[in-house]
């Protein structure tokens, strides 16, 4: 096999502008996505444009190997998996080609939530709302015929798409929409007019039997659309295209149908007693013509109140199931009365456990009828092994049947000793059954092929199909000979028309293996035995020692547990402004920087997927490089995966086998150069100043010549406040007690920081020390994979906050990074019982002074600031999960005009952006901050983090200072400050 990788991977190098990834752990993301199972590829092609497509398509064609279409790769059937090369549309096949008055063109790589940001200033959008939305493709989508809980008003992905641009597996080109039936004596002129004839042959042949053996189901995403393509005057192959998984053609431009975004909007929600009372309303809903009715179990309910309390007052305790109803339109009258309707009809059902309730208002809209997208990350991350696993999450029947259908899946499940968790999009009767099971565990991978047997017999029974919108793929096309029975024979042909040699994602729709759903499934940690069996064999051989020892420290969940708990739905490759995962992906594009990816990189090494020598080599260490520790992947990714911990553990250990590279063991240790600049200030700025010693260092240390770094002071802060006398705690002076923790930025460098903190809490009348021994938190070197030092550092610092502490001192910084450290990392390094004790403790100086706020305990500021701010939240203060007490503060100062940048991360990532391989990377991940500081409205930035800061200086050439340094001008404390705030600033000064 690696022979046959090398010959490929030289016949193709010379042949493709895009990448070629053949490595172990290029391949081994794209083994994964976000399905139950895991297949090495041969290799991966990423193409840059449609010239390389066309030749991979002949080059695969020509040595008959499989071609396997890859979008986000956040599909649950296993449909973008396969052992040959596997074609990644996502990274620079995302172009929006031309936006007409009601129509799109796009490449097959654009994100569908991209695509309507673009278009919503237009009045327009695609009208698809698909779970995933925000990082699925639009050849994903078409692959799978996707859809969301709004298609009975707007359909399915078929139903917006008008024509295609397609590569067929010989390689040639072309535009697929109508074709007209071909008259009995035409030629064929290429290989498009030769697939319409066969199809119009099979059409006509079988009409009959594909109306006959089709669902009863209004959705159907199993086997090919015959049905809704071909009619008695031809064929739509666009549509026949759309929901082929990739197995027919590769789709290079979509023309999609937009619509105009409704006027008006409304949804209610009906609590019931039962889950059969709820299925029975549907019917009635239904006459309505309702945009979306949502059906929701008591799980979920359950749920649903944990992650938006307002639920706990419109659904009751008693509420066992609840049925949300959306309405949209032009006319608001016409909403409002449907509404009226059908809330009347309902109480006088009286079936209802509480009274409905009604919302118009656009966000609370988009929340209710986004309820499933909230809820899918609680259900990953509950306690024990067993996860909802994703293999009859697509099942429908008609609406009518719903009554019937979900007692008896609800038996079946009981049946095999599983719980559950369900919803559905009840207009069109798609169920999403979500049964608890751990694969790890060889017993509950034994029930998958029987339960989802038995619940595809309940289906069938009741004119249903097995998939609805998430496609076939590896989990469900085994069942399509049952369901269809002869009528598989005629997708047969139909793929044979389209690919003769079988070489596009083979096994997909048609498949031959009637044990597929259990054949390669995920490797997963295997559940630890409490004691051997009776029976087992005696043996000297001992157990292999685990590849990844890990030297941070994981009291819950082992590294290999975390890894395996990715589910690998693809919420990482989010594009929303708003979220932060992942900004380094967000500034490649690339399927490797994604947090998954990492997850899957180390599973792979410790579970043997991939070769274990991998761990702590070069090759890991570069994708460990890609994770800029921004801490967010526990906030935001649906599982809850602490990524940034993982990549640690892999730092270290290429640390521990080859040491630090002279660029990290440099930035490492940031705290000493500060030291020593400090004593020559006079020289080191000069340096720092100088283009030329900027090249010498960026030549032999690989700190970027390009980046500006702000001056430093002669005397460090907390030498200088030692005239002060606030080096010395004070538990016996009056007022609340802070120790300020001051870090490496404000203590060298921005002391009007340090100044404006200590001047604001003393305003406040609050009892500060500063202690004088104080070490930097020790995230650099935490970060380049030195533990040890890292965890030299905390030790030491944990001795002195850990007194002060004790003596009734609250922690207070005002670097996030630092609050970070000494909330979560120092528990992480050792298990020292100060650790605890001082993370309990610790706060960002903006949370301290808000809780003083809350408690009339702060002074109001009274001088006015004539400015327009634009504050961005550092990513650090995010990961600490306490909103943004900074902004929060300086929208109380008189005349100060005040906007939230919410454009996603800065991209400096600390000492990630000082690297010379790094610079213009970090400046694209602040793309977003950066252009929108730009904008006239705004004169100065805010940030609480002083490499964000950095940043945004050096970006744009206007000033950007801490919420509390503008606290303290409104205060009176600092006058210096306010002569300078508009003054000109140079772009590459930090000032």
Avoid at 65 to 77: D, E, K, M, Q, S
Avoid at 351 to 380: C, H, I, N, Q
Avoid at 512 to 537: G, V, W
Avoid at 751 to 776: C, D, F, I, T
Wanted: charged share 25%.
């Amino acid at each position: 096999m690696q022979e046959k990788r090398a010959r490929i991977l030289e016949d193709l190098r010379g042949m493709l502008a895009g990448e070629l990834l053949f490595e172990p752990l290029q391949r081994a993301p794209y083994a994964l996505d976000a399905s139950l199972y895991e297949v090495d590829p041969l290799g991966v092609v990423v193409p840059r444009n449609e010239d390389d497509l066309v030749a991979v398509a002949r080059y695969a064609t020509e040595h008959a190997i499989p071609l396997h279409a890859r979008g986000a790769g956040a599909a649950r059937a296993g449909g973008a998996l396969g052992p040959g090369l596997v074609v990644d549309f996502s990274r620079h096949l995302r172009r929006v080609v031309q936006i007409l008055p009601e129509s799109v063109v796009v490449q097959p790589g654009v994100v569908l939530d991209v695509l309507n940001a673009q278009l919503a200033p237009l009045g327009r959008r695609v009208a698809l709302d698909p779970l995933g939305a925000e990082s699925a493709t639009i050849g994903g989508l078409i692959g799978e015929d996707a859809a969301g809980n709004r298609s009975p008003r707007y359909g399915t992905m078929g139903d917006q798409v008008a024509a295609l641009r397609v590569i067929f597996a010989n390689g040639e080109t072309a535009e697929c929409a109508f074709e007209p039936w071909p008259a009995f004596d035409d030629e064929s002129q290429d290989f498009k007019g030769t697939i319409v004839r066969k199809l119009s042959n099979l059409s006509r042949r079988n009409g009959d039997l594909i109306v006959r053996k089709s669902p009863k189901t209004q959705r159907n995403r199993a086997g090919y659309a015959l049905r809704l393509a071909a009619t008695t005057q031809g064929i739509d192959l666009a549509r026949l295209l759309v929901g082929s998984e990739g197995t027919l053609a590769l789709v290079t431009e979509a023309t999609l149908k937009t619509v105009p975004i409704p006027a008006t909007q409304g949804a209610l929600l009906l609590p019931f007693a039962r889950i059969g009372d709820a299925a029975e309303a549907v019917v009635e809903c239904l006459h309505l013509h309702p945009a979306a009715c949502d059906l929701y179990d008591w799980r979920t309910l359950r749920l649903i109140r944990e992650v938006a309390p307002r639920f706990r007052e419109w659904v009751s305790e008693a509420s066992e199931s609840a049925l949300i109803v959306a309405f949209e339109g032009d006319d608001p009258a016409v909403v409002q009365d449907a509404l009226r309707r059908l809330s009347d009809l309902m109480i006088r059902r009286g079936r209802l456990a509480a009274d409905p309730v009604t919302v118009f208002k656009r966000a609370d809209y988009e929340s209710w009828l986004g309820l499933r997208r909230a809820v899918e990350p609680l259900l990953m991350r509950m306690k024990g092994r067993a996860r909802p696993v994703s293999f009859l999450d697509d099942l429908v029947v008609p609406p009518d049947s719903l009554a019937d259908i979900l007692p008896r899946l609800q038996g079946i499940l009981k049946q095999f000793d599983v719980s559950w968790a369900l919803d559905a999009y009840a207009a069109d009767g798609l169920l999403h059954t979500r049964p608890f099971l751990d694969l790890g565990d060889p017993g509950d991978c034994a029930k998958l092929e029987p339960l989802a047997t038995q619940v595809a017999e309940a289906v069938w029974e009741v004119g249903g199909t097995v998939s609805g919108s998430e496609g076939c793929g590896l989990v469900r096309s085994q069942l399509l000979r049952r369901q269809f029975g002869e009528l598989l024979q005629v997708f047969r042909e139909v793929k044979d028309a389209f690919d003769p040699l079988n070489l596009l994602n083979p096994g997909k729709v048609i498949g031959d293996d009637p044990h597929q759903m259990t054949q390669n499934l995920r490797r997963y940690p295997q559940p630890e035995e409490s004691e051997p069996a009776q029976d087992a064999p005696e043996t000297d051989a001992k157990p292999p020692l685990p590849v990844i020892l890990p030297v941070l420290r994981w009291p819950e969940r082992a590294p290999l547990e975390v890894a395996s708990a990715c589910n690998g739905c693809g919420a990482c490759r989010s594009q929303d402004p708003t979220l932060r995962m992942c900004p380094v992906f967000r500034a490649h594009h690339s399927e490797l920087a994604t947090p998954r990816a990492k997850a899957s990189l180390l599973r792979a090494v410790a579970t043997g997927a991939a070769d274990p020598r991998l761990w702590g080599s070069e090759e890991f260490k570069k994708n460990a490089d890609l994770c800029i520790h921004c801490n967010l992947c526990q906030n935001e990714c649906p599982s809850g995966l602490d990524v940034s911990s993982l990549m640690l553990e892999a730092k270290a250990a290429y640390v521990q086998n080859h040491g630090l590279p002279p660029i990290d063991w440099l930035l490492s240790r940031v705290e000493l150069w500060s030291r020593v600049a400090s004593r020559l200030p006079l020289m080191s700025n000069a340096l720092m100043a100088s283009g030329a010693a900027r090249w010498l260092f960026d030549r032999l240390l690989g700190l970027s010549r390009l980046r500006r770094l702000p001056k430093v002071h002669r005397t460090p802060f907390v030498r200088r406040v030692e005239r002060l006398g606030l080096t010395k705690p004070r538990p016996q002076a009056p007022g609340p007690r802070v120790a300020y923790f001051v870090d490496v930025y404000a203590n060298y460098f921005d002391q009007e920081l340090a100044e404006a903190v200590v001047a604001v809490l003393q305003h406040a009348g609050v009892n500060v020390y500063v202690p004088s021994r104080q070490r930097g938190s020790g995230m650099p070197a935490l970060i380049a994979g030195d533990v040890d030092l890292a965890r030299d550092l905390a030790l030491r610092n944990l001795r002195i906050l850990g007194n002060a502490v004790r003596d009734g001192y609250t922690i207070v910084c005002s670097e996030p990074t630092a609050a970070l450290m000494l909330r979560q990392y120092y528990l992480k390094l050792t298990d020292d019982l100060d650790a605890a004790l001082v993370a309990e403790n610790t706060m960002d100086v903006g949370q301290y002074l808000s809780g003083l706020d809350a408690r009339g305990q702060l002074p109001s500021p009274e001088q006015a600031l004539h400015l327009r701010v634009g504050y961005h939240q550092p990513c650090h203060l995010r990961a600490l999960d306490v909103g943004t007490p900074g902004l929060d503060l300086i929208r109380k100062i008189p005349e100060l005009d005040s906007h939230f940048i919410d454009r996603g991360c800065s991209g400096m990532a600390g000492t990630f952006g000082l690297a010379r391989d790094n610079f213009r990377t970090s400046l694209r991940a602040g793309r977003g901050l950066l252009n929108r500081l730009r904008d006239e409205d705004i004169e100065i930035g805010a940030t609480e983090c002083g490499a964000c800061r950095m940043q945004m200086e050096q970006g744009v050439a206007k000033r950007t200072l801490h919420p509390i340094k503008l606290l303290s001008l409104s205060y009176g404390l600092n006058p210096t400050l306010r002569r300078q705030l508009k003054e000109p600033k140079s772009r590459h000064v930090v000032s």
